[in-house]
């Protein structure tokens, strides 16, 4: 867990972007009393995914393009079924801690943290929409 003044030295910013980017929504916090508590990861998912200030170069903009246009890939229909099925029996098997019988049953270290790692992914959502119900 980071603050304020910790995130924007990460982020290269200052405190009060931090909180004008976590009033729009674009940065998830929490309230801890009067201070705004962040993730680390949802600090560094930011540092890596966030666009740079100011306008992009145009040959930087045409050459973003054309790598769009050459790597953009369209899954077919049958495809993203399958994937869809996929998150729904993931979300159906690790919306709860995984059985100790299911980690004893995993066929490598790999996999069982593969079992963890989505528990934790579904926990975090649900955690996040506690907060934003106010209950947590």
């Known amino acids: 867990m980071l603050s304020v003044k910790e995130a924007a030295r990460e982020l290269g910013v200052t405190p ?3 909180r004008a980017l976590i009033k729009a929504g674009q940065l998830f916090a929490v309230k801890n009393g009067r201070e705004w508590v962040l993730r680390e990861e949802d600090v560094l998912t930011r540092l890596t995914e966030a666009p740079r200030a100011g306008r992009p ?3 930087e903009a045409e050459s973003r393009a ?3 246009q050459e790597g953009s890939v369209v899954f077919p229909a049958d495809q993203a079924a399958r994937a869809h099925d996929v998150y729904d029996e993931c979300r159906r098997m690790f919306g709860r801690l995984p ?3 299911l ?4 066929r490598s270290k790999e996999e069982a943290s593969f079992y963890m790692a989505a528990f934790d992914f579904f926990l975090q959502q649900r955690q996040r929409e506690l907060v934003r119900e106010g209950v947590f």
């Open 16 to 18: 009060s972007r931090v």
């Open 57 to 59: 170069r145009r040959a």
């Open 103 to 106: 980690m004893a049953a995993a």
């Open 66 to 68: 054309a790598q769009q």
């Open 99 to 101: 059985s100790a019988e």
